[in-house]
């Protein structure tokens, strides 16, 4: 027998950690939703930059459906065939040499992390374990991963936190300079950090990062769960911005719903993860792998990813009226289908306001900070879509200065 279920059950039956909006959705299409009460809604959060390709795309479901038929998990003491077709694929359209796969963003940089430290010990010896990464960035919620992390709030009351870590300015080439050294092990960052406020790197920082990496023997590590597989506009970000990275993480968007993470690695460095060193049980299952093969097949094309840069405009171009009649917004800033609103001063702290009103408004939307709303749409959005959820916005805007 199904049991109904309604929204204030999640305050009884779930570990408080998330406090999730009022509707529960039963559906999707593209990049519409609907609720239990059969209200619809415009997606342009996209499961915080997962739904990459909208709801219920008929060739993810297709494959899905076809890999549910066939064979669900054996566990990495078999390997698999979509394993393996996906791991090639990554190498042939990225500089992976090598794949390592989990089952979310914060484990695969949990696997990056690990075996950056592993690959310093092996070649230099033990005193090389030093992280550096940057502040305001994310990098999942694993106690390693959140403590390289550079938001101190969600560290607090779980110590004692890894060692070995510093956490430096973005984009701030000097503060990286005078940090690094011979005991540095690796560099991790985001392309464009999301949840930190939707920030690009720059390009000379990115490419002094790498410089400065090479100098010091210290691996790379880009962070491109939220800004890969698409979003930015190149497959991944690191290729519109001529820097190569030693590791790069992928989950979110490559996945298009169906849990699942990735690391790719140089082989100089993807050696030091020997038998034993490393593993996850789900991580490779033949389910999971057949859907991203399928998403990462529809993403590369070239169609698609000229697209982006269109839908871009038609978003920015579309916010900026909003923002000539009602002066909400200081900067619009982001690259391809990440795009960040930050609000002017006089409504500082309020993302969450605008947020719930959007809803109110059948739109769906995210924010990245208290001051920052952010969209991550379907990267195949329609038009119509796009037009339609941006007259919402404007409704929730009037409201929300109102
Ligand atoms: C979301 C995110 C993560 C964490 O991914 P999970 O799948 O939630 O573990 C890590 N890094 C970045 C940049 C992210 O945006």
């Not at 695969?108 to 305001?136: C, P, Q, T, W």
């Not at 390009?203 to 400065?212: H, Q």
């Not at 070239?302 to 900026?320: D, E, H, S, V, Y």
């Not at 909400?328 to 002017?344: A, D, Q, S, W």
Request: hydrophobic share 40%; glycine share 10%.
């Amino acid at each position: 027998m199904t049991i109904k279920v309604k929204r204030a059950l999640f305050d009884k039956v779930m570990v408080p950690n998330y406090a999730p909006l009022q509707i529960i959705p039963v559906k999707g299409k593209g990049s519409r939703v609907w609720d239990q009460n059969g209200t619809q809604f415009i997606d342009f959060a996209g499961g915080i930059a997962v739904s990459s390709l909208g709801h219920a795309h008929p060739k993810l479901v297709n494959t899905l459906k076809q890999q549910s038929e066939k064979l669900w998990h054996l566990s990495n003491v078999m390997t698999n065939e979509p394993a393996l077709r996906l791991a090639q694929k990554f190498c042939q359209k990225t500089f992976a040499d090598r794949v390592y796969f989990c089952n979310s963003g914060g484990e695969a940089n949990e696997a990056a992390l690990k075996l950056a430290r592993r690959y310093a010990f092996d070649h230099f010896g033990d005193h090389k374990y030093e992280i550096i990464s940057f502040r305001e960035s994310f990098h999942g919620r694993t106690l390693f991963t959140v403590s390289v992390g550079g938001q101190p709030k969600y560290t607090e009351g779980f110590g004692p936190i890894p060692g070995g870590l510093t956490h430096l300015p973005f984009n701030d080439l000097k503060a990286l300079q005078q940090a690094i050294s011979g005991r540095t092990c690796a560099v991790i960052m985001e392309p464009i950090q999301g949840e930190g406020g939707i920030i690009p790197a720059t390009t000379a920082f990115t490419k002094g990062v790498r410089k400065l990496c090479d100098q010091h023997n210290a691996v790379l590590i880009f962070d491109e769960v939220q800004s890969g597989a698409g979003r930015s506009g190149d497959l991944y970000a690191y290729m519109g911005l001529g820097v190569v990275p030693d590791i790069l993480t992928t989950a979110k968007g490559i996945s298009g719903g169906f849990p699942f993470g990735a690391m790719l690695a140089s082989e100089k460095i993807a050696k030091s993860f020997i038998v034993g060193t490393h593993g996850s049980t789900c991580g490779g299952n033949p389910l999971a792998c057949s859907v991203v093969e399928t998403v990462l097949d529809l993403i590369s094309s070239k169609k698609l990813l000229n697209g982006i840069q269109a839908k871009r405009k038609r978003f920015i171009t579309g916010l900026k009226k909003i923002n000539q009649k009602h002066n909400t917004f200081k900067e619009f800033r982001g690259k391809g289908l990440l795009i960040g609103c930050e609000l002017n001063d006089a409504y500082k702290g309020k993302a969450r306001v605008l947020l719930s009103i959007a809803l109110e408004n059948n739109l769906m939307i995210l924010m990245a900070g208290a001051d920052v709303i952010r969209f991550a749409p379907s990267l195949i959005i329609p038009d119509n879509d796009i037009d339609q959820g941006l007259e919402n916005f404007e409704k929730a805007v009037e409201q929300f200065i109102r």
